[in-house]
Structures are given as C-alpha cells and as structure tokens.
C-alpha cells in the first residue's frame, strides 16, 4: 500500500507545496493522454485515514477509483488534470506530448487554488526537463504503489480517462473504447482489421502505421 513516507521526508526538508503526477493512457492505441495533479495538505491529521482505499489505479476496480477519485478532490489542497490529445502525440512524440499534458495539469491545478505553486514535483518514473530549473523533481519508479501522492494523481487520470474513452464510444461504437479504453487488445486489433483506424487512433503506433482508411466519425 503507498504511504507518505516520501512527502514526509520532503516535508521534513522544508518542501511544503509537493505536486505529484502520473499519467494514464501512454501505451494505448487510441485516445489522449491524461496527467493528473495531486498536492496533498501537509500536517493535515487523518489523511492516511481518509484515503486509505487509495492505491496504484490499475488493481483498483471501477467503483473503487470512482469513490476515490471524489475523496481525492476533496481532501487535495489542489488537483489538476491535463491531456494530450492523440493528434498532439502523433505531431509531437509521447515524451513531448506527456510534458505537455503536465504542463496542462499544473495549470489547471495553480488555477483551482489561486496563488499554488509547486516547489517540489513527485513523479511516477516521469522527468519534466523544462521544469528542472524551476523546482526540485523527485522522480521513482512504481511510484503509485509507493506514494500516496502519485496514487491520488493516477486515480484522478485513470477515471477521467476511462469516462472519456466511454463517451467517445458513443461516436465510435465499432471499436469497443468503453471495453479496452483504446489500449491494444485482441478485440481492438479485431475492429481495426475490419474497419480501419479511426480519427481518435494514434497513427504513430503500430500496428496503426501501416493501416490506410481513416473512418469518419
């Protein structure tokens, strides 16, 4: 189970405003991806207790990260999301496209608590070059199984994908995106065989590279 043993540490090296991060969507065939932003209140009493459901998203089941995801956004002195469309990746890369959608997340959470600014980042086997001389960077390794923090973020980034890949199903039903959420499953590669990619397919990745019909929505 993560803990705060790291923002602890962090805190007890005079950092205070420690902004976690962690993405969802990198590896799939299809959609965005999304970055969310977590700040934890430092000192707050019963945060362990309050998030304790809270852990790595991906051995979470839906109805867990659902009734985390609104505990996080209560008790988080800010959050943010950020994505990077699946056009902006295939234009840009997946690293410079990731640095982007954290750029989007740290706004959108300096902009939900006016007046925030991170003077730590924690993140989840992520570095963010552009930000190196602005803050420290701690970056780890399975950091959602290892930190609370990055936990908290990659519920926030899971659940706001899954719930966008299931309302762009709704235009796209031939492709089952509120089964597989875009990532490369035998079904997937199955729709792809028979209708071609779509226009929310990432066209950079195999095995999209070599695939011709782009279908209209």
């Known amino acids: ?3 705060l043993g790291h923002e602890r540490r962090l805190q007890g090296a005079g950092f205070h405003h ?5 993405e969802a969507g990198r590896g799939a065939w299809a959609g965005p991806l999304c970055v969310g932003a977590v700040c934890l209140p430092p000192g707050r009493a019963g945060l362990r207790q309050s998030l304790a459901d809270v852990r790595d998203s991906k051995v979470m089941s839906p109805s867990q990260r659902e009734a985390a995801r609104v505990v996080i956004r209560n008790v988080a002195w800010t959050w943010g999301l950020g994505q ?6 295939d234009e840009r890369g997946i690293e ?5 959608a954290m750029r989007r997340a740290l706004n959108d959470a300096c902009m939900r608590r006016p007046g925030f600014e991170p003077d730590c980042l924690l993140l989840d ?3 963010w ?3 190196l001389s602005r803050c420290p960077q701690v970056t780890m390794i399975d950091g959602d199984t290892r930190s609370l923090s990055i936990a908290a973020a990659s519920v926030l ?3 706001w994908r899954d719930a966008h890949m299931r309302s762009l199903a709704l235009n796209f039903p031939a492709y089952g995106f509120e089964r597989h959420k875009g990532y490369g499953t035998a079904a997937h590669r199955a729709a792809l065989d028979s209708h071609g990619p779509s226009p929310l397919h990432r066209r950079s990745y ?9 279908l209209q929505p």
């Open 84 to 89: 990077a469309s699946n056009t902006e990746i």
């Open 1 to 3: 189970m993560p803990g």
């Open 129 to 131: 070059p552009e930000m």
């Open 157 to 159: 980034a899971k659940t």
């Open 18 to 22: 420690i902004l976690a991060m962690d």
């Open 125 to 127: 086997a992520l570095v």
């Open 96 to 100: 410079k496209a990731t640095t982007l």
């Open 206 to 214: 195999q095995p999209l590279r070599e695939m011709p019909n782009v």
